[in-house]
């Protein structure tokens, strides 16, 4: 079953990512250091997607922290002043490949639970108990305090390029392209599923965060795929800007769950 769920979440991300080369030769040639850090970042998906497939999340993420840094170099030192069509390309291409990320991470959490949802999902007064327990070890614990101290400021740090390019997004709709009631609840929504994320990631409530994952990739994609047409390239480019902030808060996200697992901290 995983094999299977990991590829159909790769295909979107495929197609886009094949539509963008072909613009790299038709439409806008690149220069050969574009081509070679396109090449590197081939590389590093084709780590992340065998190692997804097969269920090494250790070796998967160091594929995936490769492919953020090969990847912000790539859209945020070398996509400036492209064409309007390229930049909604890439746009719909990061929130594609945030999709296939996520639900990767998604197999991997089911398959921690044997493929069942966890009972704080089904059990609110379990959730409640849950959050007592913990809220109990942390007041009680002067070392936990502090780690939770530690890790909530790393996690606020790696929310902070997303913050700022949401904000920028925002100004944008305020100041230049007015939105309707529709996408502005989507917002909200996206906004309340951020909210959702950051806490529970900080607290180490991973059930929650992935819902609030999951219900932020439901309102983006909505978004993304139902509104975003025809847009101006300044907004376009800021959306694809914004989805691959996102992409490396996950990715840094991850990062800190897997060494806080691997260390018992």
Same mark, same amino acid.
């Given at each position: 079953?995983?094999?299977?769920?990991?590829?159909?979440?790769?295909?979107?991300?495929?197609?886009?990512?094949?539509?963008?080369?072909q613009f790299h030769f038709v439409g806008r040639q690149v220069s050969l250091a574009e081509h070679v850090l396109h090449l590197a970042i081939g590389i590093c998906l084709g780590i992340v997607l065998t190692q997804a497939v097969?269920?090494?999340?250790?070796?998967?993420?160091?594929?995936?922290?490769?492919?953020?840094?090969?990847?912000?170099?790539?859209?945020?030192l070398w996509h400036r002043g492209i064409p309007e069509v390229e930049s909604d390309l890439h746009a719909k291409e990061h929130l594609a490949l945030l999709i296939f990320v996520v639900s990767t991470l998604t197999v991997n959490?089911?398959?921690?639970?044997?493929?069942?949802?966890?009972?704080?999902?089904?059990?609110?007064?379990?959730?409640?108990?849950?959050?007592?327990?913990?809220?109990?070890?942390?007041?009680?614990?002067?070392?936990?305090?502090?780690?939770?101290?530690?890790?909530?400021?790393?996690?606020?740090?790696?929310?902070?390029?997303?913050?700022?390019?949401?904000?920028?997004?925002?100004?944008?709709?305020?100041? #230049? &392209?007015?939105?309707?009631?529709? *996408?502005?609840?989507? =917002?909200?929504?996206?906004?309340? %599923?951020?909210?959702?994320? @950051?806490?529970?990631?900080?607290?180490?409530?991973?059930?929650?965060?992935?819902?609030?994952?999951?219900?932020?990739?439901?309102?983006?994609?909505?978004?993304?795929?139902?509104? #975003? &047409?025809?847009?101006?390239?300044? *907004?376009?480019?800021? =959306?694809?800007?914004?989805?691959? %902030?996102?992409?490396?808060? @996950?990715?840094?996200?991850?990062?800190?769950?897997?060494?806080?697992?691997?260390?018992?901290?």
């Open positions: 079953m995983r094999p299977a769920i990991v590829i159909i979440a790769f295909l979107p991300f495929a197609y886009y990512a094949a539509k963008d080369t097969l269920g090494h999340s250790g070796f998967m993420l160091v594929g995936l922290l490769l492919l953020v840094i090969c990847g912000s170099a790539d859209e945020y959490w089911l398959e921690d639970h044997q493929w069942q949802l966890p009972r704080e999902l089904l059990d609110t007064f379990a959730f409640a108990k849950d959050n007592e327990s913990v809220g109990g070890a942390i007041s009680g614990q002067t070392g936990v305090s502090e780690h939770r101290w530690l890790r909530g400021g790393l996690i606020s740090a790696c929310l902070l390029p997303y913050a700022y390019f949401g904000l920028n997004d925002n100004l944008h709709h305020v100041r #230049h &392209r007015e939105v309707s009631w529709t *996408e502005r609840i989507l =917002h909200l929504t996206i906004v309340l %599923a951020v909210f959702t994320v @950051v806490p529970n990631a900080i607290v180490g409530h991973r059930s929650m965060m992935m819902v609030g994952l999951l219900l932020f990739l439901i309102a983006r994609s909505f978004d993304e795929w139902g509104f #975003h &047409r025809n847009l101006p390239g300044n *907004e376009a480019d800021m =959306h694809a800007k914004t989805h691959y %902030a996102f992409l490396v808060f @996950v990715v840094l996200l991850t990062s800190i769950d897997w060494i806080t697992h691997q260390t018992g901290a």
